[in-house]
């Protein structure tokens, strides 16, 4: 009876000493989804390890591809944190997210802090042309009219904005500064002819896009800010052009996902991401625009008042996302016919 009672106490210890190891270890660890750069992630999360101490399990995919995931995993998410992706595409999602305010949202841009409850602004980014400078030969690029030049027939690269934020924005912000609003004749008759110019052509993702016109794959692309700077920074032979009929800067937010396992561990990366220290390295070393308070920002950027900058109607685009994005598939399935 004794050898009973003894084997049953050890079976009870070492479950529940099994239990203490993993807790410890899941205590120190945080899964981060994110469809961010490399750039970005690799400077970001080292620096919140470093100062936190927590351990980082990263998921990069495309912002859809990650909202899908997190939806499917509900009830009992696999990741804590969803770092990266637009405001406007987010806003339609809080059932997937924490109700959380950084305790620095009072340092960051009046016009962007946390008035939503579940996401936190941390950067804007912009919709840009990316040009090859090797092989764009004596074509001029402006703006969005200069795509529709025959001669860059075929050589224009761009993202689905079925699945892709960054192709989603840059599709609004074409058909507001070619139409004036989002349902425009005149917009969608320019993203129909574009269509036809880019000859079917659509990239794998955002990140084939930027990084095959760097690579001299495509003459043009249609991309965001942050990855094209990156290529400017380091002497790729780019030019980032903002479109002069206009361009769309949209913040982008870092939300805690619903029921998180490493709750704890998701608050401190908010807080992180919105701290003095994040915001400076996303001012001075990264290229995606900081959103803290007076912060110095790098010389590599272009200032916002050189640049014909739009607002997006953040509202009727949350609203309307589905219309829009089917419109787009109806117009680009007819230019292939």
């Known amino acids: 009876m004794k050898k009973i009672t003894y084997l049953l106490f050890g079976m009870m210890l070492f479950i529940v000493l099994s239990a203490c190891n993993s807790g410890e270890e899941d205590e120190n660890k945080l899964v981060v989804y994110s469809p961010n750069s490399e750039d970005i992630i690799n400077t970001i999360i080292p620096m919140f390890e470093q100062e936190t101490d927590i351990e980082v399990e990263l998921v990069s995919a495309g912002t859809g591809e990650l909202l899908k995931r997190i939806e499917t995993e509900a009830g009992n998410p696999n990741g804590d944190i969803m770092f990266g992706g637009s405001k406007a595409q987010m806003l339609g999602q809080a059932g997937l997210f924490e109700e959380y305010t950084s305790a620095n949202n009072d340092k960051m841009l009046s016009d962007h802090q946390n008035v939503d409850g579940f996401l936190t602004p941390y950067g804007a980014d912009g919709s840009v042309i990316l040009v090859n400078a090797d092989l764009i030969g004596d074509i001029e690029i402006n703006g969005y009219e200069d795509l529709l030049n025959p001669e860059l027939k075929g050589k224009i690269a761009g993202a689905d904005p079925a699945s892709s934020s960054s192709a989603f924005a840059q599709l609004t912000n074409m058909l507001m500064a070619m139409g004036g609003d989002y349902s425009s004749d005149e917009g969608w008759s320019y993203v129909e002819e574009l269509v036809r110019n880019m000859d079917g052509k659509v990239a794998s993702g955002s ?131």
């Open 207 to 337: 990140g084939a896009v930027h990084k095959g016109v760097a690579d001299g794959e495509y003459t043009v692309g249609l991309t965001y800010e942050d990855p094209a700077l990156s290529y400017v920074r380091d002497g790729a032979p780019v030019e980032v052009i903002y479109p002069e009929e206009g361009a769309v800067f949209l913040d982008a937010g870092v939300e805690i996902i619903k029921d998180a396992k490493h709750m704890d561990n998701a608050k401190a990366f908010v807080d992180f991401i919105t701290s003095e220290k994040a915001q400076n390295a996303f001012a001075q070393e990264l290229t995606i625009r900081s959103l803290g308070k007076d912060v110095e920002v790098a010389d590599y950027k272009k200032p916002f008042d050189e640049i014909n900058v739009i607002q997006e109607d953040e509202e009727y685009v949350e609203e309307n996302r589905n219309e829009i994005v089917d419109k787009y598939k109806d117009v680009f399935t007819g230019a292939q016919e």
